[in-house]
């Protein structure tokens, strides 16, 4: 087996659908790499995209999504519940198969050093590969959004570690880092109240007491006119998805409110949905790489 | 990727461990098998090997297993709460990887004339591989078990496939077939009455009325003095295996018993276990292929 990176960027657009089919396209033609989803939301107004490929051919393929990404969105017109401040706004690398987190690193720094070199967008690093503590959490990174960001990176604590301290008029700022596999976990809830969704967000995410591998928001699904709790679980074996669900099934009982259903953005790793499987059939001593066939056959 | 068969032998011994583990010792001396997994029960007397190899391979393992199985087990003194007629009671052929069944009915064919001429012990082709259709189904075959099968194969309609029409003194009489994947799948009561179980196993399996791809009994656990429903699912999306779960639940509710846990005893496919987390987390338009990350990985 050869060595395979995953990247997964976020671009701010998710209602113009003939740019995300460019954006696809400009995925799918760099060899070596394969484009293995793309999802987009109206109301999020953001695509999250997935690819694979070898160390060399995923760098290509994230430069040149940055560049489609530039020449297409600009985020003086974008609005959306999702935060975000560049175009393509966020570009994690994760190891995939025979490679090391330090590989993802390198990568993601040969990558920012070029988005800010050759597209003029400045860049910070972010997990894995943020420079100082402070700038490990994507979140502190894009609090004032695009908006805010002109003024913030005039502050000496938030200079970029790439490319100059003023943002791209149209394309914002970027944040590219290394990072383990993250599961984007979506709660829809049966209220159009936001602020039901932005309190159990807030009760169940690890930054205010909740989960330690649980990030969250809440925001508002206009088209469906729901409430949606959106996650990242960053470590789904410290934080079960089943046991987020769980909790904001019983947080949401206070408002009479009940859950319509849920969504995974992108890929999951089979363990994580096998897990909840293990809970909810309650099977006794289960033991995922003994009872799982796929285990034994792909070895 | 090279031809895989799997075998799943069921063996009547699950208490004497020292045999179990010479079963294991020979299923582990043959040149191009795995043995992936065994697992035994002392209610049931009962072990269950899960084997891997390849076409070839696997039928030397099949006959090398058979003749431990009627060195080392005697159905005389056997007891138990599981139904059985043999010593090694049932060889189950099935394609794994790059194999399609008639491979397998083949090597079922094979082994089969190997046992009866090589270990005198009858032989009863079922499922894919039964020659008439009343011979497809395991149970039915099964039926009077070793005490009756001596009478039972005098009939004219249970001439065996294969030896002649007298068990084997010790070893009985084994069933060799090819199938598809099942899962073996079994939940247990928080009650001590086998009725209990037998009730729910009658309601949900397919031949009295249930669910067309689940066959069921209802089983005691001595050792734990707790009610089983033992089951086979024989087609996990025709019958997932949370809805089965669900029923027995609803049913079990009639006499104020609940379920305590449930078992997956040797391999289940991933997606049989996923397909019950998009259930129970109420995951929307989820799509197996498109959204585990193992499928993308590993093409």
Redesign the interface.
């Known amino acids: 087996m050869s060595k ?1 990176i995953e990247c997964i960027p976020n671009f701010s657009e998710g209602r113009n659908l003939s740019i995300v089919e460019e954006l696809a396209d400009t995925a799918g033609s760099i060899p070596g790499v ?1 484009l ?2 793309h999802s987009s939301d109206a109301n999020h107004n953001r695509s999250v995209f997935t690819l ?1 490929g070898s160390p060399d051919g995923i760098q290509e393929a994230a430069l040149k999504l940055a560049a489609k990404a530039l020449e297409r969105i600009d985020l003086t017109k974008h609005t959306g519940e999702h935060p975000r401040m560049g175009a393509v706004d966020v570009i994690p690398f994760v190891p ?2 025979d490679a090391a987190m330090e590989e993802c690193v390198e990568i993601s720094k040969k990558v920012a050093e070029r988005i800010a070199s050759e597209l003029n967008i400045p860049v910070y690093l972010y997990e894995e590969s943020a420079l100082n503590p402070e700038r490990k959490n994507l979140a502190a990174i894009r609090k004032g959004q695009f908006e805010g960001m002109a003024d913030k990176m005039k502050r000496p604590e938030w200079s970029p570690d790439y490319g100059g301290r003023t943002p791209h008029p149209t394309a914002g700022v970027t944040a590219v880092g290394a990072r383990m ?1 993250l599961i984007a976990f979506n709660v ?1 809830l049966n209220t159009p109240d936001v602020n039901v969704a932005k309190s159990i967000a807030k009760i169940i995410r690890g930054s205010s007491g909740g989960f330690k591998y649980c990030k969250a928001i809440g925001i508002k699904l206009s088209d469906r006119n729901i409430a949606q709790v959106s996650m990242n679980m960053v470590n789904y074996e410290g934080t079960p ?2 046991r987020v ?1 769980e909790m904001i099934r019983t947080e949401a009982r206070r408002y009479g409110v009940s ?6 953005i ?5 363990k994580a ?2 897990d ?3 809970y ?7 033991n995922y790489k ?5 285990n ?3 070895q």
């Open positions: 395979l394969t293995l989803d694979a995939l198969r596999p829809n998805l089943y669900f859950i319509l259903g849920s969504e995974i992108g890929l999951s790793p089979a949905l096998i909840c499987a293990e909810y059939l309650g099977i006794e001593e289960f003994k009872h799982v066939l796929e034994h056959i792909w």
